[in-house]
């Protein structure tokens, strides 16, 4: 037997009501290729894997891969430019 979440009353800070403008987007690299929207089953050991839009039918960029990679150069340079560097506090890096 389950009990029902509890009933969150929305918090309402002066927050002023009615539409709010949108968010603008985030910048998109403008050397990003133009992708070739293959579908899963058009890919090979050659085509860039790296897929397109968040709802099915999901597309792949299928530009030429790099050497030993699964992406083509712009996207294997995106997928790792997560950071790698654990930034420490004030204290303790000096
Ligand atoms: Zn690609």
Not at 25 to 35: A, G, H, N, Q, R
Not at 38 to 51: A, G, I, V, Y
Request: with cysteine; aromatic share 10%.
């Amino acid at each position: 037997m389950q009990e029902p979440p509890p009933k969150i009353a929305p918090l309402r800070f002066g927050m002023p009501s009615g539409p709010q403008p949108p968010k603008p987007l985030p910048p998109v690299p403008t050397d990003e290729p133009k992708s070739r929207r293959l579908s899963l089953f058009q890919l090979t050991n050659e085509t860039c894997k790296w897929p397109h839009g968040n709802f099915p039918p999901f597309t792949f960029c299928g530009h030429p891969v790099e050497l030993f990679s699964r992406y083509c150069p712009h996207h294997r340079k995106r997928g790792s430019t997560k950071p790698a560097v654990l930034k420490l506090p004030q204290f303790i890096a000096r």
